[in-house]
């Protein structure tokens, strides 16, 4: 041990490009990360430049577009707003808190989640709009905040696949990008197809999460194939990410209705997704005890899987299929979910080379696939006559293809040397790119100190 | 010590039926109880197979019931949908959260609270919809998701009662019988006696509390009479908690107001609870520090005695008692509130054998009885002249006669030896039902470590 | 050590007036805390009497004032009641939770928001609407809910400033003062000068900081000039205080829109605030880099000054500054506020002997000014044809100088000696105002049990 802490001053000076030491010998505590820092000069004050130049020049170029081009709408839409409001809540704190699972990764959860969604919606709107510009104007109403909303959720998906390996700087052209591509494939999918997909399953959940996947495939570290001492949680970040579980869960039925054509729509979307989310609870709690070698429900599985119903009824949230047809649809999602949380991540790490580290292709990637699916079914059944097999089926495959083809060019620019990438040892750690407090005996851990017998009697 | 490491394997062969050790000799660390999973194959390969069919075999039966008589409601019920949203907020959060402040019981307490919840909501649209049938169809609208969120708060609550000394496969099988009672007790107070409970003081909080009361005093466990080592919180856990009692206290209005009849009604339901809840934490503030003889406040107090005003107000919160009159209302339950945690809850553990957990008599149970009260001394006022006082009073005293019957019954049917039930030194400890993540020195703990002096250095 | 836990014995009996020791010496160790109020009779049993004294006290006075004065509207203002549930839960939730950060103090910052807001709601109502009397009657509907939250925030903005160096008694009575100075001041600006306010840049978050700095200077602490051990934050302290971030974030638009007067105005007055919160986010992220020596996120800066542009752009929300406009006011104000923890807090902590806990000076202070200075500019380009440049400044002027004057006064009773004040030692500590749990070992601690090597096996 004694030795063990000069390693890492080493290491840093050699791993940016390979990291040649077993992890075994790999010191990863946060005081560690933090001296480090300290002692390599190139790591701080290149971020501390880059970084600042980077978000200032986006927002000026931002503040510029808007000028030229965004003015209010003068459409009274703020029967949405308690909607928007819902969809706000899920972008920040669910995606946010959902995230915070890692036990030494909760400020970069939430902090960069909140980074990225702020850039997110400022260009989301920028990029939505240019496809819906009146005499060279954009209009905005309450209504094209939850679209902007709405395709920041697409890149914090992929964020979960690359969670804890990536620099804020790459978060930040990851989000730039990613919107850029999402715009155009949503523009193709709901004008030019006119496929359904109200509840976004292909759009935003499926295209999200393999374009993470192909993002984190191109910048596969191979150093941490056999997985890294600060994966793992701890039990209040646990507790924490129980807090974005929630609020993911309870306004998911606003966010599959929020951009409802109809009353009735909008109402069946709501209906027929709370439904689909309470059936794809159980399932999913009874699916995470019977694969659980132990008998036991895993905390993983009860933090996504849980979701799965709410992103499988998307694209059909406001048809006719029935409350029932939607419980079919969530409780197939929930089990499904947890199967692949149990065998598919491991395949996909060890076989594939793609580490996924909040399993999103679980949560988001099958769940959308079959949400897409359900809506090819539901467009055979004709549920709707006014819906397209072939036009169903063509939103998925682009919407799968643009997200694979995107998020491999995106994961090639994120792979250049120069975006502050954390080094291996300190991935999953908050400390590369945060003050983190020095410990003092909180209440939490006065337990340990020595006197504690005494303190036990009164 | 050393010996005790071997106790635990021996006591869970003996205990399951009843436990002769003394608990001081009792291990309850996490990793003990899991290496008694491990080493106990009956318990855990069991309850592998056990949950699984159980919820698998419900959520079977539901969507069939649903096939069968779910349909979409054509009326367009969208105003109520923020109110829907804020009651969902306070089944999945408040009322999650609110039980978090077990140290050891925080994925338990917010996770099976989420799986009788999600569970719950579907069995009361049928059994609530039982009731309502047109041309043996069920139909469905935003209503009904609030009133189907209703009947989960009753089994919510009686899940206070008993949190800690249950198992999940126990919860799901309480919520069918509870929530079946509940629906055939509300018809019985609302459409046969036609009795006012806007706020449901009488037919949720009066009613879940005393049926949880009744439950828990059958599967009363004798070992823990002298309490439990893992009862207590820690001060993170009761920082969880706090989620839960704000979330609670901010959306109480909605709660009292959601299935109010007219606006003026729903109006003044929300000015009331508004009130109510206001006077009541000041009450319960004072109270707190009163009643400790350190003169200090008590967290237990301050998480659920402020939110007894909510409770309380409920039966009246649409009438006509002016804000004056709430504010009476709420602060005597604010007062009545901590009196009961005080001094009540001891003597139900010590003379009626009675292990209330979270307090929901005094939460629950006390207040809805005075929101009951109150609905009979509004009606002898004659604050509104369709209220009659023998309807209230029969009201209040079927829901608590039904909930004391239901819930003694329903207790004999959890009491039987083979739903998988806590061993008694595994009691309030997640590690009998979850997957708890190994602890790693995570940044909280990190102080502790040894080379922290040189950690101080920078 | 063995030294050390006597010296604090003594050190109460001394310290109230004047504290001689140096910090070094002094223990803050809850268990120290705790068992001082033991060894101190004075400490609380003195407290046990006045604080309920007080707090019923006013309660009573109130209930008889809404008795006498406060009725039902019969206007229908239920289309305002998301809007106000969105305030309310910033309020308590929001402002709560944005405090938790210090490592000993979440249970009174959390706790104490709550008591406050609860006292301060209702003698807001009354306070309010003693200025808009019908023939000696207040009339009360859910926009006074709303207007009643509001003036509570004044005095939690005020609360950020002494943060753990205050009684609850004396929270409570600056409470009472601040909101009825508050109402005066309102009522001079809207009414009176009829200046534009419409986010309350200037009434609210002026006036509360400003209000508040002037009472940390008169309460100053000499002993704590250079900081206190409690001081600082703890991992988990830090996520806590996201919460109270992130839901304040996603609800300012509410905040600012909420009194709008026409449906143009109001949904000018979300969009522009969305955006104005987006930039600002940006820019606090890139200047908390800029600024830290070491180029790494500052959490204080993202739990602050991520919100400044929501109050700098409040006065001018509802008015037609574009999208751009609100941005640019947005970003500055981010930029602003980072640049004020950085090096105002501390200067004024030092020359101006103003110990500001929060820094609320940074978050609502200086962008309140901001703000108000915004308005004077639209009011300058006519953005709006009947606004004054004139009365915009007059109406930051008197804001920020009744605060002051209103402040020092307020600090001048709150200094009277037998408030209950914390000793010096005891700052920033919960255990002397509450009941803290004994930690037992938890999950999140067990890590470090002495048997840990053994517990790594399975």
């Known amino acids: 041990m004694g030795k063990g802490k000069f390693l890492p001053c080493h290491s840093v000076v050699t791993q940016r490009n390979i990291n040649i030491q077993p992890l075994s010998l790999i010191i990863t505590r946060p005081q560690t990360a933090a001296r480090l820092a300290n002692t390599d000069p190139s790591s701080f004050t290149t971020m501390r430049i880059k970084f600042p130049i980077l978000a200032i020049f986006l927002e000026v170029v931002i503040i510029i577009l808007f000028g030229l081009f965004v003015k209010y709408d003068t459409v009274d839409r703020r029967q949405v707003y308690p909607l928007f409001q819902d969809v706000h809540v899920m972008i920040f704190v669910g995606f946010g808190f959902l995230m915070t699972f890692l036990k030494k990764y909760g400020f970069s959860s939430v902090g960069i989640n909140f980074l990225v969604a702020a850039l997110g919606l400022q260009w989301g709107i920028l990029l939505q709009g240019f496809w819906h510009m009146h005499s060279n104007e954009i209009h905005i109403n309450i209504g094209s905040m939850i679209n902007a909303d709405f395709s920041t959720a697409a890149v914090l998906i992929s964020f979960g696949a690359v969670l804890g390996r990536t620099s804020p700087i790459q978060m ?12 155009c494939n949503e523009h193709l999918v ?22 993470g996947l192909a993002v984190a495939r191109v910048i596969y570290r191979p150093a941490l194939k056999n997985g890294h001492k600060n994966e793992g949680s701890v039990y209040n970040s646990d507790m924490f990410a129980m807090i974005g579980t929630l609020f993911l869960w309870l306004f998911w039925p606003s966010f599959n209705s929020a951009i409802a054509a109809t009353a009735d729509a909008q109402q069946r979307a709501i209906i027929n997704t709370y439904f689909a989310l309470a059936a794809g609870t159980l399932t999913a709690f009874a699916t995470s005890i019977l694969v659980e070698g132990r008998g036991k429900l895993d905390m993983v599985h009860i933090q996504n899987a849980t979701l799965a119903g709410g992103v499988a009824v998307g694209s059909c949230a406001d048809l006719n299929i029935l409350p029932f047809g939607a419980m079919l649809i969530g409780s197939t999602a929930g089990f499904i979910s947890v199967a692949g949380f149990k065998y598919l991540t491991p395949f996909f790490a060890s076989k594939l080379k793609i580490q996924d580290t909040c399993g999103v292709h679980n949560l988001h990637g099958i769940p959308g696939l079959l949400g897409g699916i359900a809506s090819i079914i539901a467009a055979a059944l004709q549920v709707e006559n006014n819906l397209s097999t072939g036009m169903q089926a063509a939103a998925l495959g682009c919407s799968i293809a643009i997200a694979l083809v995107g998020g491999a060019f995106t994961g090639l620019i994120l792979h250049l040397p120069f975006w502050e990438q954390p080094p291996d040892q300190n991935c999953y750690d908050d400390s590369v790119y945060w003050e983190v407090p020095l410990e003092e005996p909180s209440y939490e851990s006065s337990f340990h100190l020595p006197r504690e017998p005494q303190q036990a009697q009164h």
């Open 172 to 183: 930040l052209i990851m989000a730039i990008f990613e919107i850029t591509i999402f715009a």
């Open 190 to 211: 709901v004008s030019v197809l006119q496929a359904t997909d109200t509840g976004a399953s292909m759009t935003i959940h499926a295209f999200g999460a393999y374009f």
